[in-house]
Protein backbone atom coordinates (compact mmCIF):
# COMPACT_ATOMS: atom_id res chain seq x y z
CA UNK A 1 0.00 0.00 0.00
CA UNK A 2 1.31 3.42 -0.90
CA UNK A 3 2.21 5.87 1.93
CA UNK A 4 -0.39 8.56 2.17
CA UNK A 5 0.67 12.54 3.00
CA UNK A 6 -1.52 14.73 4.89
CA UNK A 7 -0.98 18.13 5.79
CA UNK A 8 -2.16 17.47 9.35
CA UNK A 9 -1.86 13.88 11.05
CA UNK A 10 -3.00 13.54 14.22
CA UNK A 11 -2.45 10.89 16.73
CA UNK A 12 -5.20 9.27 18.61
CA UNK A 13 -9.13 10.17 18.20
CA UNK A 14 -9.84 11.10 21.66
CA UNK A 15 -11.78 14.63 22.53
CA UNK A 16 -7.98 16.43 21.63
CA UNK A 17 -7.37 14.34 18.35
CA UNK A 18 -10.72 14.30 16.99
CA UNK A 19 -11.77 18.54 17.68
CA UNK A 20 -7.75 18.69 16.32
CA UNK A 21 -9.06 16.93 12.96
CA UNK A 22 -12.01 18.42 12.64
CA UNK A 23 -10.78 21.86 12.97
CA UNK A 24 -8.06 21.39 10.78
CA UNK A 25 -10.66 19.86 8.21
CA UNK A 26 -12.81 22.78 8.55
CA UNK A 27 -9.85 25.44 7.58
CA UNK A 28 -9.74 23.08 4.00
CA UNK A 29 -6.52 20.97 4.91
CA UNK A 30 -5.88 17.31 4.18
CA UNK A 31 -6.21 15.23 7.51
CA UNK A 32 -5.72 12.02 8.65
CA UNK A 33 -6.53 10.52 12.25
CA UNK A 34 -5.28 7.41 13.75
CA UNK A 35 -6.78 5.42 16.07
CA UNK A 36 -6.11 2.21 17.74
CA UNK A 37 -9.12 1.46 19.71
CA UNK A 38 -12.57 3.98 19.05
CA UNK A 39 -12.99 7.52 17.97
CA UNK A 40 -14.06 9.46 20.49
CA UNK A 41 -11.68 8.03 23.22
CA UNK A 42 -11.81 7.74 26.97
CA UNK A 43 -14.20 10.58 27.41
CA UNK A 44 -17.07 9.35 24.92
CA UNK A 45 -16.30 5.55 25.93
CA UNK A 46 -14.88 5.22 29.22
CA UNK A 47 -15.19 8.85 31.03
CA UNK A 48 -17.55 11.96 30.35
CA UNK A 49 -20.16 10.72 28.39
CA UNK A 50 -20.70 7.10 30.58
CA UNK A 51 -20.42 8.48 33.92
CA UNK A 52 -23.10 11.32 33.13
CA UNK A 53 -25.39 8.65 32.50
CA UNK A 54 -24.81 6.46 35.42
CA UNK A 55 -25.28 9.89 37.30
CA UNK A 56 -28.37 11.25 35.39
CA UNK A 57 -29.68 6.98 36.09
CA UNK A 58 -28.44 8.05 39.73
CA UNK A 59 -30.32 11.39 39.69
CA UNK A 60 -33.77 9.79 38.74
CA UNK A 61 -33.34 6.59 41.85
CA UNK A 62 -32.68 9.71 43.91
CA UNK A 63 -35.47 11.85 42.91
CA UNK A 64 -38.19 8.53 43.00
CA UNK A 65 -36.99 8.33 46.77
CA UNK A 66 -37.48 11.58 47.34
CA UNK A 67 -40.47 12.21 45.31
CA UNK A 68 -42.87 12.50 48.23
CA UNK A 69 -40.99 16.15 48.95
CA UNK A 70 -42.58 17.35 45.97
CA UNK A 71 -46.10 15.90 46.30
CA UNK A 72 -45.26 13.01 44.26
CA UNK A 73 -45.92 9.62 44.84
CA UNK A 74 -43.57 6.91 43.84
CA UNK A 75 -41.97 4.14 45.19
CA UNK A 76 -38.20 3.21 44.50
CA UNK A 77 -38.55 -0.42 43.94
CA UNK A 78 -34.46 -1.37 43.39
CA UNK A 79 -31.98 -0.31 40.68
CA UNK A 80 -31.42 -2.81 37.37
CA UNK A 81 -27.74 -2.25 37.25
CA UNK A 82 -28.35 -4.29 33.61
CA UNK A 83 -30.72 -1.54 32.51
CA UNK A 84 -28.80 1.21 33.65
CA UNK A 85 -26.31 -0.30 31.61
CA UNK A 86 -27.80 -0.78 28.88
CA UNK A 87 -29.08 2.62 28.99
CA UNK A 88 -25.52 4.02 29.43
CA UNK A 89 -24.12 2.09 26.28
CA UNK A 90 -27.00 3.16 24.42
CA UNK A 91 -26.03 7.27 25.19
CA UNK A 92 -22.66 6.42 23.75
CA UNK A 93 -23.33 4.72 21.13
CA UNK A 94 -25.63 6.91 19.81
CA UNK A 95 -22.68 9.71 20.05
CA UNK A 96 -20.59 7.51 18.86
CA UNK A 97 -22.64 7.30 15.52
CA UNK A 98 -22.54 10.90 15.62
CA UNK A 99 -18.92 11.47 15.66
CA UNK A 100 -18.15 8.72 13.18
CA UNK A 101 -20.82 10.42 10.68
CA UNK A 102 -19.14 13.87 11.22
CA UNK A 103 -15.81 13.02 10.60
CA UNK A 104 -16.69 11.06 7.92
CA UNK A 105 -18.58 13.80 6.56
CA UNK A 106 -15.51 15.98 7.15
CA UNK A 107 -13.45 14.35 4.41
CA UNK A 108 -11.14 13.06 7.27
CA UNK A 109 -9.10 10.20 6.82
CA UNK A 110 -9.61 7.25 9.42
CA UNK A 111 -6.30 5.02 9.83
CA UNK A 112 -7.18 2.14 12.14
CA UNK A 113 -4.56 0.68 13.73
CA UNK A 114 -1.40 1.29 16.82
CA UNK A 115 0.65 4.57 15.07
CA UNK A 116 4.17 4.53 16.09
CA UNK A 117 6.19 8.46 15.64
CA UNK A 118 8.84 6.89 13.30
CA UNK A 119 10.00 10.42 12.22
CA UNK A 120 9.61 13.94 12.83
CA UNK A 121 6.62 13.98 10.57
CA UNK A 122 5.90 10.64 9.91
CA UNK A 123 3.55 8.27 11.52
CA UNK A 124 3.32 4.20 10.93
CA UNK A 125 0.59 1.88 11.62
CA UNK A 126 1.57 -1.77 10.86
CA UNK A 127 3.89 -1.82 7.79
CA UNK A 128 2.59 1.66 6.64
CA UNK A 129 3.98 4.43 6.65
CA UNK A 130 2.21 8.26 6.66
CA UNK A 131 3.35 12.13 6.76
CA UNK A 132 1.89 14.91 7.62
CA UNK A 133 3.56 18.48 6.95
CA UNK A 134 2.31 19.04 10.85
CA UNK A 135 2.23 15.83 12.86
CA UNK A 136 -0.40 16.03 16.16
CA UNK A 137 0.27 13.48 19.12
CA UNK A 138 -2.92 13.34 21.46
CA UNK A 139 -2.83 9.62 22.53
CA UNK A 140 -3.96 10.71 25.99
CA UNK A 141 -3.53 8.58 29.07
CA UNK A 142 -4.21 5.61 31.28
CA UNK A 143 -4.92 4.78 34.24
CA UNK A 144 -2.24 3.56 36.91
CA UNK A 145 -2.37 3.18 40.43
CA UNK A 146 0.24 3.39 43.58
CA UNK A 147 2.62 1.65 45.18
CA UNK A 148 1.19 -0.95 47.65
CA UNK A 149 -2.22 -0.68 45.86
CA UNK A 150 -2.76 -3.39 42.78
CA UNK A 151 -5.43 -2.89 40.63
CA UNK A 152 -7.15 -6.76 41.05
CA UNK A 153 -10.41 -5.23 39.09
CA UNK A 154 -12.09 -6.43 42.53
CA UNK A 155 -11.09 -4.10 45.21
CA UNK A 156 -8.78 -1.97 43.76
CA UNK A 157 -10.69 -0.77 40.95
CA UNK A 158 -10.28 2.06 38.24
CA UNK A 159 -12.75 4.47 36.53
CA UNK A 160 -13.05 2.25 33.67
CA UNK A 161 -14.26 -1.16 35.75
CA UNK A 162 -16.43 1.38 38.05
CA UNK A 163 -18.14 2.45 34.51
CA UNK A 164 -18.97 -1.96 34.18
CA UNK A 165 -19.67 -2.74 37.33
CA UNK A 166 -22.87 -5.21 37.85
CA UNK A 167 -24.00 -4.29 41.26
CA UNK A 168 -24.16 -1.03 42.81
CA UNK A 169 -21.78 -0.60 45.69
CA UNK A 170 -22.70 -1.06 49.41
CA UNK A 171 -20.63 2.74 49.49
CA UNK A 172 -17.48 4.53 47.86
CA UNK A 173 -14.96 6.52 49.21
CA UNK A 174 -13.97 9.38 46.79
CA UNK A 175 -10.53 11.41 47.52
CA UNK A 176 -8.89 13.71 45.26
CA UNK A 177 -5.37 14.09 45.37
CA UNK A 178 -3.92 17.18 44.37
CA UNK A 179 -3.12 18.49 41.74
CA UNK A 180 -6.90 17.34 40.55
CA UNK A 181 -6.01 13.15 40.23
CA UNK A 182 -8.91 11.56 42.07
CA UNK A 183 -9.20 8.00 43.66
CA UNK A 184 -12.34 6.09 44.32
CA UNK A 185 -12.01 3.15 46.55
CA UNK A 186 -14.60 0.94 48.40
CA UNK A 187 -14.51 2.54 52.46
CA UNK A 188 -11.93 0.41 53.94
CA UNK A 189 -8.93 1.19 52.54
CA UNK A 190 -8.52 4.06 53.91
CA UNK A 191 -5.05 3.04 55.46
CA UNK A 192 -3.37 1.23 52.68
CA UNK A 193 -4.29 4.41 50.74
CA UNK A 194 -2.45 7.03 53.17
CA UNK A 195 0.23 4.89 53.42
CA UNK A 196 0.82 4.24 49.85
CA UNK A 197 0.48 8.27 49.46
CA UNK A 198 3.02 8.67 52.40
CA UNK A 199 5.38 6.19 50.08
CA UNK A 200 5.29 8.20 47.09
CA UNK A 201 5.74 11.64 49.23
C1 LIG B 1 -14.10 8.57 34.46
C2 LIG B 1 -13.74 9.85 33.76
C3 LIG B 1 -14.66 10.89 33.73
C4 LIG B 1 -14.35 12.10 33.11
N1 LIG B 1 -15.27 13.09 33.09
C5 LIG B 1 -14.96 14.27 32.50
C6 LIG B 1 -15.90 15.33 32.47
O1 LIG B 1 -17.01 15.21 32.98
N2 LIG B 1 -15.53 16.48 31.88
C7 LIG B 1 -14.29 16.63 31.30
O2 LIG B 1 -14.01 17.71 30.79
N3 LIG B 1 -13.39 15.64 31.31
C8 LIG B 1 -13.69 14.47 31.88
N4 LIG B 1 -12.77 13.45 31.87
C9 LIG B 1 -11.46 13.68 31.25
C10 LIG B 1 -11.52 13.48 29.73
O3 LIG B 1 -12.03 12.21 29.42
C11 LIG B 1 -10.10 13.64 29.18
O4 LIG B 1 -9.60 14.90 29.55
C12 LIG B 1 -10.09 13.54 27.67
O5 LIG B 1 -10.62 12.33 27.23
C13 LIG B 1 -8.66 13.68 27.18
O6 LIG B 1 -8.70 13.63 25.77
P1 LIG B 1 -7.43 13.23 24.95
O7 LIG B 1 -7.82 13.38 23.51
O8 LIG B 1 -6.25 13.96 25.44
O9 LIG B 1 -7.16 11.70 25.30
P2 LIG B 1 -8.08 10.42 25.14
O10 LIG B 1 -9.52 10.75 25.16
O11 LIG B 1 -7.58 9.40 26.09
O12 LIG B 1 -7.78 9.92 23.65
C14 LIG B 1 -6.56 9.36 23.29
C15 LIG B 1 -6.83 8.42 22.12
O13 LIG B 1 -5.61 8.04 21.55
C16 LIG B 1 -5.66 6.67 21.21
N5 LIG B 1 -4.30 6.19 21.17
C17 LIG B 1 -3.39 6.16 22.17
N6 LIG B 1 -2.23 5.70 21.74
C18 LIG B 1 -2.40 5.41 20.41
C19 LIG B 1 -1.55 4.88 19.40
N7 LIG B 1 -0.28 4.56 19.65
N8 LIG B 1 -2.06 4.71 18.16
C20 LIG B 1 -3.36 5.05 17.89
N9 LIG B 1 -4.20 5.55 18.81
C21 LIG B 1 -3.73 5.72 20.05
C22 LIG B 1 -6.49 6.05 22.34
O14 LIG B 1 -7.06 4.81 21.94
C23 LIG B 1 -7.55 7.13 22.56
O15 LIG B 1 -8.68 6.93 21.76
C24 LIG B 1 -13.07 12.24 32.47
C25 LIG B 1 -12.15 11.18 32.49
C26 LIG B 1 -12.47 10.01 33.12
C27 LIG B 1 -11.47 8.87 33.12
Redesign the pocket.
Same mark, same amino acid.
Given at each position: MADADFDVLV @???? #???YACALRAAQLGLKVGL?????L? %???LH? %??IP??ALLHAAEIADNTRDSAEFGVRATLEGIDMAGVNAYKDGVVARLFKGLTGLIKGRGITVIE????LTGPREVTVGETSYTGTHVVL? #???YARSLPGLDIDGERVIT?EHA @?RLERVPASVVVREIPPGTMVVYPRGLDEPLAQALEDCG
Open positions: @LGAG #SGGVEKDHG %GTCV %GCTKGAGRA #SGSS @L
